[in-house]
């Protein structure tokens, strides 16, 4: 192969030794010519490497640089650890392949990734680097973009394909390698990037898909087998034959609420066949969980489950959670595993055994619906381990007869759906549109339309049925003032290239905009807090339960005179009265937080999963800095140090008093608290404290204490600090010996 030696030796080192078909068709199909590759294959196909071997290519022999696109923190993660062992291999300069990942703040030109060669970055981030104009943008030779079918997907789909459409616009001579499952339309997507395409279905682990129903898999080849039906549950005993016969499990569920509940049916039967070895492993394991984090009794019910070999993994699980969970799957540890549908656009976690538990899917306001051929094949995806199954097996549940036969031809012998732009609807194209003028793409009404006639939407359809939707965009984008027209020209003002630069939607720049016109009487934490939660970048609120809506309008209507936005008439419009009392609960839920309620109590005080409430968090942290740049942009002096102090707080979840020791690195709001209450309440309390004393503090130990007297300032005597240090061990292996 034409790569550099350097390279061959560390993928030699790794274990591979020979190509797969698919890699071997991408180097044929010129990929490591700087040939634009559309590469559609099943997970697992080793669609990764051929990036790796594109990317070490151009930063080793041409001194190019290469960005490499997730639509996931996770994913981006994943592929970050993947990268890393370039790291030893020199470049022609004499310097090491340097290896980047960024994932947040999107208020920021990160110069910083210039001096990086392989820079990973979600979809979003890179289209906040574009909007910033990062210099270094300019010198990407190779753009990969991972999972590029989900271009299809509404939420995710526009951001991919206005960058990929940025990035070819800025470096029009920059490779483009895409990686997809297996499509319908990959040629459409491939004559879009002016790339060449293979499409193949060659699994490393072959894969057969079938239908169970009773006791009874009818696979898509004809062939059929019987399971023992050990419990009234499908699912459940299918898991369990392949446990028993050495295997792992993955059932995907429709709901988190399904997910949980079938991981704790399945615990009770996996429970009694566990080993010794493995469950003293899995011990191991379940006190990882209780130690990442706050304690909560959704985190000891998940310690629980995984003491008995299983667990559930979705969306609303906190992060250090789901990467124990993972790795601990990954190693076979686990053997059964629930989840939601969205793991299987995720990270890579393959079983024996894939099991799609429901085939349909509730959405609010359309009711259940059935999953997509695409989405199906995504998680049948997942089913073989690469050098440990030889077969891997995805097996849907049916009911009935009927039932079977519909799954049958639907799914196990269905094509996957065409891929289509979801780009052209207002409330997605509007920022794209601001930023594309504020970050100096395009500065008139036809620069627009040309650059937008770049996009995948303009491809499949015509740049014409997209001109309304734009003209429509300017027109309000010029009503709030955050364009200027002169004759043919068109600039951002300062509001609008700040709101562009904060990667916020114009509708919530508005809103946050207008509130400090308002000057409310009671401006309080609850006010801000509200205002964040109303505009549409908080994304989905916290829809309230028919038992809390008496609650939550007693409480509204309290409070009535600290909202800055009018409260709805119940009788107008109920939808959005509802809508209202939602961002009201969300509001409620971050009020309590910030008051430090524990994590436990807001879970069930607000029926929230630790996962929402983080993305609630993270999300309120984000618009409370957005709403500070711009009352610094409009002058708003009332809100602005009420905005940086609730910033800090939302981030760690502590009240005022709390915000100087919350600050220090290790302490944290439950340390902080217990510090406080025991008269430690400045840095110059904790820099002449008793080092005997801090160290007693329940939480704090040795480790913790000298760190904070290192942040601090505090002195301690070497002789004395060394003796404590060996007290603390001895301390802590009486209490594990005990």
Request: proline fraction near 3%; glycine fraction near 6%; aromatic fraction near 8%.
């Amino acid at each position: 192969m034409a790569i550099p030696e350097s390279v061959k030796e560390v993928v030699i080192k790794s274990g591979i030794v020979d190509l797969y078909p698919p890699q071997e068709e991408a180097i044929k199909a010129g990929a490591l010519d700087g040939r634009n590759l559309v590469l559609a294959s099943p997970t697992a196909s080793g669609k990764t490497l051929v990036a790796e071997f594109c990317a070490l290519k151009h930063i080793v022999e041409a001194g190019g640089k290469t960005i490499y696109l997730t639509p996931l923190r996770a994913l981006a993660s994943e592929k970050f650890d993947e990268f890393k062992k370039y790291a030893s291999i020199e470049k022609k300069d004499g310097k090491r392949v340097r290896i980047g990942i960024s994932t947040g703040d999107f208020d920021s030109t990160d110069t910083w990734l210039e001096r990086y060669d392989i820079i990973i970055a979600t979809n979003e981030k890179a289209d906040s680097l574009l909007r910033h104009r990062a210099k270094w943008m300019d010198e990407i030779s190779l753009v990969v973009a991972d999972e590029v079918h989900l271009l299809n997907d509404s939420e995710r789909g526009p951001t991919l394909e206005v960058v990929l459409a940025r990035l070819m616009q800025v470096n029009p001579d920059m490779q483009v390698l895409a990686l997809s499952a297996t499509i319908n339309n990959v040629d459409e997507i491939a004559e879009w990037l002016k790339a060449s395409h293979i499409t193949t279905e060659w699994r490393p682990v072959s894969l057969r898909e079938g239908i169970l129903l009773q006791d009874e898999i009818q696979y898509k080849d004809g062939d059929a087998r019987k399971i023992e039906r050990k419990t009234k549950d499908s699912a459940l005993n299918l898991a369990l034959n392949t446990v028993k016969n050495g295997g792992q499990a993955l059932i995907f569920a429709s709901t988190r609420k399904n997910a949980a509940t079938l991981a704790k049916r399945i615990a009770v039967e996996i429970q009694q066949i566990l080993s010794k070895p493995v469950r003293r492993a899995l011990e191991h394991e379940a006190e990882r969980i209780l130690a990442a984090g706050e304690r909560t009794r959704i985190s000891e019910s998940l310690a629980e489950l995984v003491r008995c070999g299983t667990a559930f993994h979705h969306a609303g699980l906190g992060g250090g959670h789901r990467k124990i969970i993972e790795g601990s799957f990954r190693e076979g540890k686990i053997k059964v595993l629930t989840a939601t549908p969205t793991l299987a656009f995720g990270v890579n976690l393959p079983a024996r055994t894939v099991v799609i538990q429901d085939y349909k899917r509730y959405e609010a306001g359309y009711g259940y619906y059935p999953i997509s051929v695409l989405e199906y094949k995504q998680m049948a995806g997942r089913a073989g381990r690469p050098k440990y199954d030889k077969v891997g097996e995805a097996i849907l549940i049916a009911k009935t007869a009927d039932e079977a036969d519909y799954l049958l031809e639907s799914y196990v012998l269905g094509r996957p759906e065409r891929i289509w732009s979801r780009l052209a609807v207002e409330r997605i194209l509007r920022s794209h549109v601001l930023a594309t003028i504020a970050a100096d793409f395009a500065h008139t009404e036809q620069g627009l339309f040309e650059f937008f006639g770049r996009t995948f939407y303009a491809h499949q359809y015509d740049t014409d049925a997209i001109k309304g939707i734009i003209a429509k965009i300017l027109k309000y984008l010029y009503d709030e003032e955050m364009i200027e027209v002169f004759g043919s020209d068109i600039n951002a003002t300062r509001f609008g290239k700040r709101v562009s630069e904060l990667y916020i939607d114009p509708v919530s720049a508005v809103i946050i905009r207008d509130t400090f016109k308002k000057k409310p009487a009671h401006l309080t934490d609850l006010s801000l807090l509200h205002m964040i939660a109303h505009t549409p970048d908080m994304g989905p609120v916290m829809r309230p339960y028919s038992s809390e809506m008496d609650e939550l309008t007693l409480f509204m209507e309290e409070h009535r005179e600290e909202f800055l936005t009018e409260v709805p008439n119940e009788w107008d419009d109920r939808i959005d009265y509802e809508e209202f009392l939602g961002e009201v609960k969300t509001a409620m839920v971050l009020k309590g937080w910030i008051e430090e309620m524990s994590e436990d109590l807001v879970i069930d005080k607000f029926r929230v999963q630790p996962g929402d409430l983080y993305r609630a968090i993270e999300n309120a942290k984000w618009l409370l800095h957005s709403t500070h740049e711009l009352a610094v942009l409009f002058g708003a002096k009332e809100v602005l140090l009420e905005t940086v102090e609730l910033m800090v707080r939302v981030e760690k979840g502590v009240k005022k008093e709390l915000l100087t020791l919350a600050k220090l690195e290790g302490v944290g709001r439950v340390r902080g608290r217990i510090m406080y209450n025991a008269g430690y309440k400045t840095i110059e309390d904790l820099k002449h404290a008793p080092i005997e004393d801090l160290m007693n503090l329940p939480l704090i130990g040795s480790v913790l204490t000298k760190k904070i007297k290192e942040q601090v300032g505090g002195f301690v005597k070497k002789k004395t600090w060394e003796r404590l240090e060996r007290e603390d061990v001895w301390k802590q292996k009486a209490l594990t010996e005990y």
